[in-house]
């Protein structure tokens, strides 16, 4: 038996908390102006947030506001001092990627994946390590001494390439110090763990379960540890079960390829396996900065395909066109959709265009 681990964060972990924040200065951007050309990141500790980063539009963006709505949000008591340091984009760079039809705003390597080992067909791992977070978030919503910050770990054990066992789920959880670890631990099990894998029962008959490993988790957030956007990448894709292009999402408007690019290599990775032209598939393209069309595209089912590679190439040649501004009219990519993207994953999520089955 193999096994494949992955996890998730929830919104009060630092990193995950300014990926949060700065997809939410790119929709105040594209809410005003679609044409916003974005990458405005943040930074941080204790009660310090740093935003840096370009921006060229048209919007008026009060970025402490934004911020400091949020940081309320997820709970947070204390009054963060929110320090700037912006600029417009190169206007080198924004002369070469803005004209009768998009560029790409960078050169980049992009990875998508998609599966038919679950529903969402992403790996399981990575769907119920978000699905835990996602329990987690509503329970603390109504649990006052639970806080934000949280983390989940989720092992599944595979036999010739599909799941047969849930081996082992870490999860970990900031608190009220006044809370004793037993009962944290009980009610976790029960009403939040316990609830998601009710739908897994067949997978989850022997596994093993550690809640807060390391005992209190009352100090939490920025106080606890630092955070900026973009170190969460792998688990915003695929759970380490696919590569990724390094390149992170949150923050960056859809003439950044890191994000249309990755959205639509997992539109079209997905399409062939729903398909059911392939049970794996996993695509790479590459750009190069002020280049409307990809360098290069690489398609590999890992010998799952059920139709030669001649023809699911054919496919993606007669019904998908990788051009920038392509990716962004099909998927619609010049909404301010992103801050829903932020936590629990880019991807395996019916709600986002890239998701949608095309006919």
């Known amino acids: ?99 009768k039809k998009l560029k790409a705003n960078d050169q980049g390597i992009v990875f998508g994946y998609a599966t038919n080992e679950t529903e969402e067909f992403m790996p399981l791992p990575i769907v119920i390590a978000h699905k835990l977070m996602q329990e987690y978030e509503q329970f603390r919503q109504t649990h006052s001494d639970f806080f934000a ?20 789920v870490v999860v970990s959880v900031s608190h009220n110090k006044k809370l004793t670890l037993t009962y944290l631990r009980k009610i976790i099990k029960q009403q939040v763990i316990d609830k998601v894998l009710s739908a897994y029962k067949d997978l ?34 695929y759970g380490g079960a696919a590569r990724v292009g390094g390149g992170c999402y949150s923050s960056k408007n859809a003439t950044k390829i890191d994000r249309s690019g990755a959205y639509y290599a997992r539109f079209v990775a997905k399409n062939i396996v729903a398909h059911k032209f392939a049970d794996r598939c996993e695509i790479q393209t590459s750009y190069a900065i002020g280049k409307e069309k990809p360098v290069s595209i690489m398609i590999e089912c890992f ?57």
């Open 204 to 237: 989850a008959q022997h596994t093993k379960f550690l809640i807060n490993p390391a005992g209190k988790f009352s100090i939490w957030g920025s106080f606890a540890d630092s955070g900026c956007v973009g170190r969460k990448i792998v688990v915003d894709s």
């Open 303 to 359: 010998g799952t395909n059920h139709i030669s590679m001649n023809e699911i190439y054919s496919y993606v040649e007669k019904n998908f066109d990788f051009s920038v501004q392509n990716m962004i009219d099909e998927l619609d990519l010049l909404k301010p959709i992103y801050k829903s993207t932020a936590c629990y994953g880019h991807f395996g999520r019916e709600e986002f265009s890239w998701e949608k089955i095309k006919n």
């Open 149 to 168: 910050d949280a983390k989940s770990q989720v092992s599944v054990g595979y036999e010739r390439g599909k799941p047969c066992q849930i081996v082992e």
């Open 1 to 99: 038996m193999k096994i494949l681990t992955s996890e998730s964060v929830n919104i009060g972990h630092p990193d995950k908390t300014c990926d949060l924040i700065a997809d939410a200065f790119l929709d105040e951007a594209l809410s005003q102006d679609k044409n916003s050309q974005m990458a405005v990141e943040c930074a941080i500790k204790n009660d310090k947030l740093f935003v840096y980063g370009e921006a060229t539009t048209n919007a008026k963006i009060d970025y402490e506001k934004i911020a400091k709505n949020i940081l309320k949000q997820i709970g947070y008591k204390t009054d963060f001092k929110v320090l700037c340091e912006l600029s417009q984009q190169s206007s080198e760079i924004n002369n070469a990627v803005v004209g």
